[in-house]
Nanobody, 122 residues
Framework: QVQLVESGGGLVQAGGSLRLSCAAS????????MGWFRQAPGKESEFVAA????????MYADSVKGRFTISRDNAENTVYLQMSSLKPEDTAVYYC???????????????WGQGTQVTVSS
């Protein structure tokens, strides 16, 4: 089992920045990839970004490319999502996920955090 705990969400004005954190514990060696997804009210879950624990390879959704940066601290078993130039349409609950393969598909991830709310006001 892998436990994931997100933090760092909140309310920010458009154009502002936030940094989300996802602390992983448990059998973290069983998961080689970490991803961030988000879900806005009334919308389906959407891939945001993902990274590999070992190589640091990253991938991003087109909607956040150039504005969001995913990074990881292997020593701390923590993954970060630095969000800049935030827009009202970025408002959502953001979820951290752990899986065996780097992927933008949620079905590839086995473990999920409880989510953290990000609200961007216009």
């Amino acid at each position: 089992q892998v436990q994931l705990v997100e933090s760092g969400g909140g309310l920010v004005q458009a154009g502002g920045s936030l940094r989300l954190s996802c602390a992983a514990s448990g059998r973290t060696f069983s998961s080689s990839a970490m991803g961030w997804f988000r879900q806005a009210p009334g919308k389906e879950s959407e891939f945001v970004a993902a990274t590999s624990w070992s190589s640091g390879v990253t991938m991003y959704a087109d909607s956040v490319k150039g504005r969001f940066t995913i990074s990881r601290d292997n020593a701390e078993n923590t993954v970060y999502l630095q969000m800049s130039s935030l827009k009202p349409e970025d408002t959502a609950v953001y979820y951290c996920a752990a899986g065996g393969l780097l992927s933008r598909f949620r079905t590839r991830y086995d473990y999920w955090g409880q989510g953290t709310q990000v609200t961007v006001s216009s």
